[in-house]
């Protein structure tokens, strides 16, 4: 009954930006941690970023600095805002919500294409 749903993936250019949005339905979403994975062809799905019920974000390293991961409780929605785009950056994401400290209550989207070139 849980359903989450990202948008706004795209093709862009090197050096440009693209905002994220994921919409979490069908449950309290400020209860729920909310994080951005990618995965890229050929290789494992990685942390991008991730902000808890707290507010507090966590950012994977090879996005400090260009990536904003965001919430808007009222809307039920995150969003990660990417700038300064890299090639490396090219990979489905992915939206994730999860209850904290309570197994099973995890949730995927679908997967949204970002692809970064020239």
């Known amino acids: 009954q849980v359903h989450v749903v990202e948008s706004g993936g795209g093709l862009v250019q090197p050096g440009g930006s693209l905002r994220l949005s994921c919409t979490v339905s069908?449950?309290?979403?400020?209860?729920?941690?909310a994080g951005w994975y990618r995965q890229a062809l050929g290789k494992q799905r990685e942390l991008v970023a991730l902000?808890?019920?707290?507010?507090?974000?966590v950012y994977a390293d090879s996005v400090k600095g260009r990536f904003t991961i965001s919430r808007d409780n009222a809307k039920n929605t995150v969003y990660l805002q990417m700038n300064s785009l890299k090639p490396e950056d090219t990979a489905v994401y992915y939206c994730?919500?999860?209850?904290?400290?309570?197994?099973?209550?995890?949730?995927w989207g679908q997967g949204t294409q970002v692809t970064v070139s020239s």
């Open positions: 994730n919500a999860d209850r904290p400290r309570l197994t099973g209550q995890n949730y």
């Open positions: 069908g449950s309290i979403f400020s209860l729920y941690t």
């Open positions: 902000l808890t019920t707290g507010g507090s974000p």
